[in-house]
């Protein structure tokens, strides 16, 4: 199971972490603001090389110049997948580019120990992914160790269980994901069954994986406050024009 062998990593990465970080300088700015700022479609752009999906989705180059297209073409946040493996990520991208953008950053990995939770911090993101599937029980636990830390937990949930659960984390922004982790299929009614029961619970709801047209976010206006997209716009040749046309759709 693939999904098992990126968690294992993720847990061999962190007895390699050094034991303490250099504090960040930079002042959060808010993903939930930002998504619910948006005058357009609220557009989180992610960078995203590779992935087990897909194997390698676009030729590495430098993160600054894809992030600005992103940022030209309306992104309202960036998301950055900085695990190495099977994404082919790199933590450094995020302070390599964090001076140069003025939208948050969430930092996208596979997050299973705290001490990932200061590195986080310190590399001068804004947000962090959590995802309900791999931090089980934990999973308050860890949205409030992000929240202590000023890192703004972004959880993720692909079914109604682990949506009841997000609803007593404390996590504001639940990103609903369509792809499931274990089988790598992508079901857009995902975001339709489960965001309903989120927004009335008030909570910021991102729709997130599968999204490859325009016509994908306005079949999901009506459900999700945001939509988080990779590989629809890392595999296009003008991003920029890629990540516009799911703004204005
Ligand atoms: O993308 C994968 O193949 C994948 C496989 C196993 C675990 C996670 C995976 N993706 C992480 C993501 O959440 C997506 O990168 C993100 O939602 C964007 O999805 P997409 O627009 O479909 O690239």
């Given at each position: 199971?693939?999904?098992?062998?990126?968690?294992?990593?993720?847990?061999?990465?962190?007895?390699?972490?050094?034991?303490?970080?250099?504090?960040?300088?930079?002042?959060?700015?808010?993903?939930?603001?930002?998504?619910?700022?948006?005058?357009?479609?609220?557009v989180?752009?992610?960078?995203?090389?590779?992935?087990?999906?897909?194997?390698?989705?676009?030729?590495?180059?430098?993160?600054?110049?894809?992030?600005?297209?992103?940022?030209?073409?309306?992104c309202?946040?960036?998301?950055?997948?900085?695990?190495?493996?099977?994404?082919?990520?790199?933590?450094?991208?995020?302070?390599?580019?964090?001076?140069?953008?003025?939208?948050?950053?969430?930092?996208?990995?596979?997050?299973?120990?705290?001490?990932?939770?200061?590195?986080?911090?310190?590399?001068?993101?804004?947000?962090?992914?959590?995802?309900?599937?791999?931090?089980?029980?934990?999973?308050?636990?860890?949205?409030?160790?992000?929240?202590?830390?000023?890192?703004?937990?972004?959880?993720?949930?692909?079914?109604?269980?682990?949506?009841?659960?997000?609803?007593?984390?404390?996590?504001?922004?639940?990103?609903?994901?369509?792809?499931?982790?274990?089988?790598?299929?992508?079901?857009?009614?995902?975001?339709?069954?489960?965001?309903?029961?989120?927004?009335?619970?008030?909570?910021?709801?991102?729709?997130?994986?599968?999204?490859?047209?325009?016509?994908?976010?306005?079949?999901?206006?009506?459900?999700?406050?945001?939509f988080?997209?990779?590989?629809?716009?890392?595999?296009?040749?003008?991003?920029?024009?890629?990540?516009?046309?799911f703004v204005?759709?």
């Amino acid at each position: 199971m693939i999904l098992d062998d990126i968690v294992s990593c993720s847990h061999r990465r962190v007895s390699s972490l050094p034991d303490s970080f250099p504090s960040s300088t930079h002042v959060p700015i808010s993903l939930r603001e930002a998504i619910l700022q948006a005058r357009n479609n609220a557009v989180i752009a992610e960078l995203k090389f590779a992935s087990p999906s897909r194997g390698i989705i676009r030729e590495k180059q430098q993160p600054a110049d894809i992030s600005e297209d992103m940022i030209l073409g309306g992104c309202c946040a960036l998301s950055i997948l900085t695990e190495p493996d099977f994404f082919h990520g790199c933590p450094d991208t995020i302070p390599a580019i964090r001076n140069s953008v003025n939208v948050p950053i969430l930092r996208k990995d596979f997050i299973v120990n705290e001490h990932q939770l200061d590195e986080t911090k310190s590399l001068g993101a804004d947000a962090v992914l959590l995802i309900s599937s791999v931090l089980g029980n934990e999973t308050g636990h860890f949205v409030k160790e992000a929240q202590k830390r000023g890192l703004e937990p972004l959880l993720e949930v692909h079914t109604r269980k682990e949506a009841k659960q997000a609803m007593d984390s404390g996590a504001e922004v639940v990103g609903i994901n369509n792809r499931d982790l274990r089988t790598f299929r992508t079901d857009l009614s995902t975001t339709k069954n489960i965001a309903p029961m989120l927004k009335d619970a008030g909570l910021t709801v991102v729709s997130a994986s599968g999204m490859v047209w325009p016509c994908d976010i306005r079949s999901l206006h009506r459900y999700a406050d945001g939509f988080l997209i990779g590989s629809s716009i890392m595999s296009s040749n003008n991003p920029r024009k890629r990540v516009e046309g799911f703004v204005y759709a």
